[in-house]
């Protein structure tokens, strides 16, 4: 191209400079990338409100700038830290404005998904199971969903499922859609399925009645058949007092440990955790669970966070009292 008087041709290369280790964004992610490359790449090839893939999403760079952006985005990695480590990336950056996100993983633990809000959750195990789940709270006799062919589906968050729970369900089948309810048992086909932790015997028994005396074909599905459940990873952490400066700061040093059959993936801290708020780490990405900070007179309370090979986490809150002396409480969250 010719120029003209006063012009100059723009660079082939952009000017953004290569992550430091200590820079502000670098979260030790090792192939991380600056997020002003990926702010300029999105801004440039999409508009607000189009969708980014990013199907290697390592530190999760992309995700990040693309929620910045306000696009909306989807994550993939085979990393169970690439995906760990973006979850809690967009959690640190997140405030009450941010939008809702789900995190998809191979395993789930009991606790997180027994104490989960119950609506949520019945939803997503009715999509989970293969089905659609009922939009509506209330209303349709109580059913939480239904399969692709409109068999009724009841979900309970809960364990040792009794017979009452049966006998409710079967009138609501049969007041749902009669006619697909004799269709289904004609068709020697079940008329619903339940889906809870566990079950009763009571429920066992009468499922089993009802299919002998009646003909009734009821199926109860426990979550673990739906989806792998696994037991989160133990944490413990031993808090050290290593100095005092002429300020009257303490320097503590963190010690997590962390357990797990699969082993630990890593650790990540929040050494201003606000208990009404999220868990928002500044050390992100630490693979030794050992940290040192310094704190001033006064209550502090530090959360760490381990993540296993599974994804499974655990999370443990310290109180740190320093004032002539440093005393530790645990809280439970
Ligand atoms: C170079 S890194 C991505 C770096 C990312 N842009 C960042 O800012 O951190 C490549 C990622 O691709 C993931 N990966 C490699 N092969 C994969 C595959 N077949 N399916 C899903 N993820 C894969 C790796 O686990 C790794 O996290």
Wanted: aromatic share 10%; glycine share 8%.
């Amino acid at each position: 191209m010719e120029l003209k008087e006063g012009g100059k041709l723009s660079e082939d290369w952009w000017d953004i400079p290569m992550l430091k280790g200590n820079s502000r964004e670098w979260i030790g992610y090792p192939t991380q990338k600056p997020i002003a490359l990926l702010e300029r790449i999105i801004k440039m090839a999409s508009s607000v409100d189009d969708i980014i893939l990013d199907p290697f999403v390592g530190g999760g760079t992309t995700i990040a700038a693309a929620e910045k952006l306000n696009r909306n985005w989807l994550g993939i990695d085979q990393s169970v830290q690439a995906v760990k480590v973006t979850e809690l990336r967009l959690q640190a950056a997140s405030d009450l404005l941010s939008n809702s996100y789900t995190v998809q993983l191979h395993k789930y633990d009991y606790d997180t998904l027994r104490y989960k809000d119950a609506f949520e959750f019945e939803t997503w195990i009715v999509g989970q199971f293969g089905g659609i789940g009922n939009v509506k709270q209330r209303g349709d006799f109580g059913l939480d969903g239904r399969t692709q062919d409109n068999t009724p589906i009841q979900v309970k968050r809960s364990d040792s499922i009794g017979r009452n729970v049966v006998d409710n369900f079967l009138s609501a089948v049969q007041r749902y859609d009669k006619n697909l309810f004799e269709r289904n048992k004609n068709g020697k086909k079940p008329v619903g399925y339940i889906i809870a932790f566990s079950f009763g015997r009571g429920a066992i028994e009468e499922v089993s009645r009802l299919n002998t005396e009646e003909d009734t074909i009821i199926k109860l599905v426990r979550v673990e058949e739906i989806i792998p459940i696994a037991v989160k990873p133990a944490l413990g952490v031993q808090v050290n007092e290593l100095s005092k400066n002429e300020k009257g700061e303490r320097q503590i040093e963190f010690i997590a440990v962390g357990e797990s059959p699969v082993g630990i993936e890593f650790y990540s801290w929040d050494f201003n955790y606000d208990e009404t708020k999220r868990f928002k780490p500044q050390i992100l990405l630490d693979k030794n669970g050992k940290q040192e900070y310094n704190f001033k007179a006064g209550s502090h309370i530090i959360a760490v966070k381990v993540v296993d090979n599974d994804g499974l986490e655990n999370i443990e809150v310290i109180k740190l009292k320093i004032n002539g002396v440093v005393e530790r409480t645990n809280l439970f969250c």
